[in-house]
């Protein structure tokens, strides 16, 4: 049984993670300040003697008696729509947040995971994108607050691992999906299968032919746990996510014909810097981790509209 913390814990892959680490019979402290986690999202855990649950904003540093083997640092708005009305919140989670959990790592010389994002590739213009890309990013634009949060959270990590010698390991996570999302979230696929339900308006923005790659839960979270309990992850950042590449009609198409809705698309306008074309390169979580996706779009698509 590890000891193991998760920052971030109330959130959409933060609980997934939590509920599968208890599962596998490891103790979890899970951290969390509800700005975009919530707390029906581990109320089925509460009552597991190995769980406990801390409200803190990772902002602010933290100190705990209890020891610490391993350390998931996931804490951080994710959404578009969240990060973008988050903005410095989200700057600081990333940077302050960071040093926070890589202090508090250094100090218990517990294991440490860094969530971070494809949003590091900002717009690519490789394609798939594989770990060396160092990516387009506008630093400026409204998605920077996210982006470049971030890459420092990169940069500060192997900072600790290069200084201090801290056994570290970054997660680029790919678009991932599934039960738990927040309705209101603002993404494509809790937007969709909302709008589809109710027989409103699919909103596509632009033409609907920029694409992404979306990762079933389930999935990310062993990719997650192989990431941060492989040996020969150590120093590495992995990109996780499902390399099966659909444009965003197609998304919009596919959750309608799901769910036999009588929806029409209407197409908005595309936000600034939307990225127009998302893809992991998923060589070396396969060769490092042993690790790829199994559930295909339909069938998660189907448990996430359940
Ligand atoms: N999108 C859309 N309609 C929506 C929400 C999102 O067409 O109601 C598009 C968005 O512009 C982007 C893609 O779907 O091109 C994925 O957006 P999401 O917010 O899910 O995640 P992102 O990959 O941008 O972080």
Same mark, same amino acid.
């Given at each position: 049984?590890?000891?193991?913390? /998760?920052?971030?814990?109330? %959130?959409?892959? %933060? ?9 596998? %019979?490891?103790?979890?402290? &899970?951290?969390? $300040?509800?700005?975009t986690?919530?707390?029906? $999202?581990?109320?089925?855990?509460? #009552? ?9 904003? @990772? @902002? ?10 391993y ?8 959404? *578009? ?52 890309? !160092?990516?387009?990013?506008? *630093? =400026?634009?409204?998605?920077? &607050?996210? +982006? ?21 390991? @970054?997660?680029?996570?790919? #678009?991932t ?8 979230? %603002? ?5 969709? =299968? ?7 308006p ?7 032919s920029?694409?992404?790659?979306f990762?079933?839960?389930?999935d990310?979270?062993?990719?997650? &746990? ?36 009588d ?15 998302? &893809?992991?390169? @998923? ?7 042993? !690790?790829?996706?199994? /559930?295909?779009? +339909? ?8």
């Amino acid at each position: 049984m590890a000891k193991i913390m /998760v920052t971030g814990g109330a %959130g959409f892959i %933060g609980s997934h993670l939590c509920e599968k680490l208890l599962n596998d %019979g490891h103790r979890v402290i &899970c951290l969390d $300040n509800l700005c975009t986690g919530t707390s029906e $999202n581990i109320a089925h855990l509460s #009552n597991n003697k190995n769980f406990t649950y801390l409200q803190h904003d @990772i @902002i602010k540093p933290l100190t705990t008696k209890e020891e610490i083997d391993y350390l998931f640092h996931l804490a951080s708005p994710a959404s *578009p729509v969240d990060y973008q009305r988050l903005p410095v919140e989200t700057l600081l989670t990333g940077s302050s947040g960071t040093h926070n959990a890589l202090e508090l790592a250094k100090e218990k010389d517990a294991t440490f995971l860094l969530a971070s994002s494809s949003e590091v590739y900002g717009d690519p213009t490789i394609h798939p994108q594989p770990e060396s890309y !160092w990516g387009n990013v506008n *630093p =400026i634009g409204p998605r920077s &607050c996210y +982006d470049e949060a971030k890459r420092f959270a990169e940069a500060l990590t192997m900072a600790y691992h290069r200084k201090h010698g801290l056994d570290v390991r @970054i997660a680029r996570i790919f #678009n991932t999906y599934g039960p738990r999302m927040r309705k209101e979230d %603002g993404r494509a696929i809790p937007n969709f =299968i909302t709008q589809a339900l109710a027989n409103e308006p699919i909103t596509v923005y632009g033409d609907g032919s920029q694409t992404r790659s979306f990762c079933y839960i389930s999935d990310m979270v062993d990719g997650i &746990c192989r990431a941060m309990f492989s040996n020969g992850a150590e120093g590495e950042v992995i990109n996780l996510g499902n390399p099966d590449e659909v444009t965003i009609r197609e998304l919009a198409e596919k959750v309608k014909k799901l769910i036999n809705s009588d929806s029409e698309i209407a197409f908005k306008a595309l936000p600034q810097d939307d990225p127009k074309r998302r &893809c992991p390169d @998923i060589f070396k979580a396969k060769e490092i981790l042993n !690790w790829e996706p199994k /559930v295909d779009l +339909d069938a998660g698509l189907n448990k996430t509209i359940k």
